[in-house]
């Protein structure tokens, strides 16, 4: 008898048998996170984004009874696939459907990794994959939000995967175009897209020339394919370019416009993300330097200087040691890790280089990463039982159980925070009205109701310090801060000020006092100071306060 293949069989039936609570436990922690997730969406919308533009512009095309083109709100010349999405549920009244619409894109994204990875390993590793990357404190909070982050997660991977799908199948060109047709959606979803698309056209001909040296016309080929890439990228985005092109000369507009509109926009230069980062935050150049490993493990949400986003340090350990036993990995398996990580890190060098960091901007490598982090796992896990004595071996994979655990616990600890903060409970209860509901985290709700009940349908609001949310207005609004503090200093009287907003139309202006006073104090010199105080008193009527917001109307220059 066999000894020897007799315990290799007892051990892989004991390797096995363990599977089966392993899925069932990943299986329930995933539906448990899933329903937590619905909980939280079961809330209006009061965050930034949501009131800004991705629920105002669809309320605004609503109105309007189709797009068109709004240039005091530059947000409205974005891309907008999710958008005009969100817009279905809100001509019907709701504006929490939109929440579940684009959890749905995070609830896809999943699906794409557990595919990929139930394929490169098996199926307890693909659920873990999923738990990974739905349970991302960045994921939960996009996936509780009315953003775009998550419709760009997802056409950006089914992208590049698609690609990895045309290098396995020899090149068949229905998945190259396919690939193409899911760029263009990123594209047209959020102009982040840009960086995939740019990357994801230098990857096609470089992948097909280095698995094609000795093909005959190698290199037209592979040029071939790139435009081919391209070209389908560009058609399926081409709407929004046309849109934006007949409106500002600038198909990507607010983009680069310095190319394409030179004598408008000016010379002005900004500065470099190294630059924000000291003169607004005070950091070290080697504080900045270190962002790319800092952003996995001191996120902080709504903080800017913290990236305004969490992730976790599974992400940035693990991915790691996927790379460890290369030798032993097929040919296919070898390339898709370095197409991973050669994504992963162009992506975010670029994202690094160009802009002050943000963990939602570079969205779209957290699931290469997520493939990376559970194909890392699965090679400690194999190097520990194969190369290491039994004991030994055991103490490593405990080792690494801990370090998962505890990273799930951070993730876990995340959702909780989020129930105490998001508060849903009371709300789907009954004990707290939307109206109540909204006023908690949007002071100035009690001013815009106020506004949409007692002000006329021709009614024109000049907001200052109001974020420029305007979602929840009904009354036309206008955010001219910069234009209020322009006119103040060009002028040396209130009633020229007022002839000024009397021109435009302004009937109303919506004060934010907090943001004012700091603002009146700072910006202004002692003349400017009198000339403000002179405007509020003498062409100004108090209509509500409340919240720290002031209603106030206009009177009409004779």
């Not at 160009?354 to 559970?374: E, G, N």
């Not at 190369?387 to 993730?411: D, E, H, Q, Y």
Request: glycine fraction near 6%.
């Amino acid at each position: 008898m066999n000894l020897g293949g007799f315990a290799t069989l007892r051990e892989m039936s004991k390797r096995y048998t363990m599977k089966i609570p392993l899925k069932l436990t990943l299986t329930a922690l995933l539906a448990a996170l899933i329903l937590s997730i619905i909980i939280l969406s079961c809330v209006p919308p009061v965050d930034r984004d949501s009131l800004t533009h991705h629920l105002a512009i669809p309320k605004l095309y609503l109105n309007h009874g189709g797009i068109y083109e709004i240039p005091s709100v530059k947000f409205s010349y974005y891309p907008m696939n999710l958008d005009l999405l969100y817009m279905i549920p809100l001509y019907f009244g709701n504006d929490i459907i939109p929440k579940f619409i684009h959890f749905a894109f995070g609830l896809l994204t999943a699906w794409l990794i557990f595919g990929y990875l139930k394929k490169r390993i098996d199926t307890v590793h693909a659920l873990l994959g999923v738990l990974f990357f739905l349970s991302l404190p960045v994921i939960v909070k996009l996936s509780i939000t009315v953003y775009v982050d998550l419709g760009l997660i997802f056409f950006s991977t089914a992208s590049l995967l698609l690609i990895l799908k045309w290098m396995e199948s020899d090149f068949k060109l229905t998945y190259l175009i396919l690939s193409g047709a899911f760029c263009g959606l990123a594209l047209g979803t959020k102009y982040n897209g840009l960086i995939v698309f740019f990357l994801l056209a230098l990857f096609v001909p470089f992948i097909y020339s280095r698995e094609r040296r000795k093909a005959r016309f190698n290199s037209c080929r592979a040029i071939g394919y790139g435009a081919i890439f391209v070209l389908v990228a560009l058609l399926v985005f081409s709407p929004w370019m046309i849109r934006n092109y007949m409106w500002t000369n600038n198909p990507i507009y607010p983009l680069y416009d310095g190319w394409f509109n030179p004598a408008e926009t000016g010379s002005s230069a900004a500065m470099s993300a190294f630059q924000i980062r000291k003169s607004v935050y005070g950091e070290s150049w080697w504080e900045t330097a270190l962002i790319p490993v800092r952003i996995f493990f001191h996120g902080l949400d709504d903080s800017p200087r913290y990236f305004d986003g969490k992730l976790n340090p599974y992400l940035f350990l693990l991915p790691f040691f996927a790379f460890l036993g290369l030798g032993k990995n097929n040919t296919l398996l070898k390339t898709e890790k370095k197409i991973f990580l050669a994504f992963s890190v162009l992506y975010f060098l670029y994202a690094f280089f160009k802009t002050d960091m943000r963990i939602r901007y570079i969205s779209p490598i957290i699931p290469p990463l997520v493939i990376l982090s559970v194909m890392g796992l699965h090679e400690i896990n194999t190097i520990a039982r194969e190369r290491f004595p039994r004991v030994t071996g055991k103490v490593i994979a405990g080792l690494v159980c801990v370090f998962i655990l505890f990273s799930m616990g951070m993730n876990a600890f995340y959702v909780i925070e989020q129930f105490r903060q998001v508060d849903p409970i009371r709300y789907i209860s009954g004990e707290v009205s939307r109206d109540e509901y909204i006023e908690k985290f949007r002071p100035e709700y009690p001013a815009i109701q106020y506004a949409n009940r007692n002000l006329p349908g021709n009614a024109k609001i000049l907001c200052i310090f109001l974020g420029n949310r305007l979602y929840y207005s009904d009354r036309e609004m206008i955010f001219g801060t910069d234009w209020f503090r322009d006119m103040v200093k060009m002028h040396h009287s209130s009633e020229k000020v007022l002839i000024d907003l009397n021109k435009v139309g302004v009937t109303h202006i919506l004060v934010s006092y907090y943001g004012f006073n700091g603002w009146f104090k700072d910006s202004f010199n002692d003349r400017e100071k009198e000339t403000i105080r002179e405007f509020f008193e003498k062409h100004l009527n108090l209509l509500f306060s409340e919240k720290g917001h002031g209603l106030f109307q206009l009177k009409i220059h004779l």
